[in-house]
């Protein structure tokens, strides 16, 4: 029987891994929450092939967190596309994330809490974003 890693973590991160820079940042922040036991990085390709497994996984979880790294929202909109609903959305192109190399350990570091303070206070259903408005 698999193991269901939904109900161990606070939640589950769904990060882009896009060829560009920041789809590579959002991959590490991923990482970063997992480690440190924040939300479990799951598999965004098998959701987006419609595996049964993980779809349902996905479904199942308490919050669900989505880390794009541009405006194209692929990460977002595979998980809608699977009828995951009250994604926890973070854009890291909206973020203002300064100069300099995108795999310093710092912005790693701060891109990962400002996730971590989303996912502890989010409750899924509440379409908790990180986009400002306007």
């Known amino acids: ?3 269901c ?8 991160v769904y990060a882009c891994s896009g060829g560009m820079p920041l789809g590579e940042l959002a991959a590490q922040v991923a990482r970063w929450l997992d480690e440190r036991g924040t939300a479990r990085a799951a598999c965004l390709a098998a ?3 419609a595996r049964t497994g993980p779809v349902t ?4 979880a308490s919050r669900v967190m989505a880390i794009d790294g541009c405006d194209q929202d692929c990460a977002r909109r595979c998980l809608e596309r699977a009828g995951v609903k009250g994604i926890i959305h973070v854009r890291l192109t909206d973020l203002d994330l300064g100069e300099g190399s995108l795999r ?4 790693v ?3 990962g809490e400002h996730c971590r303070r989303l ?3 989010g409750a899924r259903g509440a379409g908790v ?6």
Request: hydrophobic content about 55%; aromatic content about 2%.
């Open 57 to 60: 996984t996905c479904l199942a």
């Open 104 to 107: 310093a350990q710092g912005r």
């Open 1 to 3: 029987m698999p193991f």
């Open 47 to 49: 959701v987006g092939a």
């Open 119 to 121: 996912l502890l206070a």
């Open 129 to 134: 974003g990180m986009r400002p408005a306007g």
């Open 109 to 111: 570091g701060r891109v």
């Open 5 to 12: 890693l939904c109900a161990a973590v606070p939640g589950l």
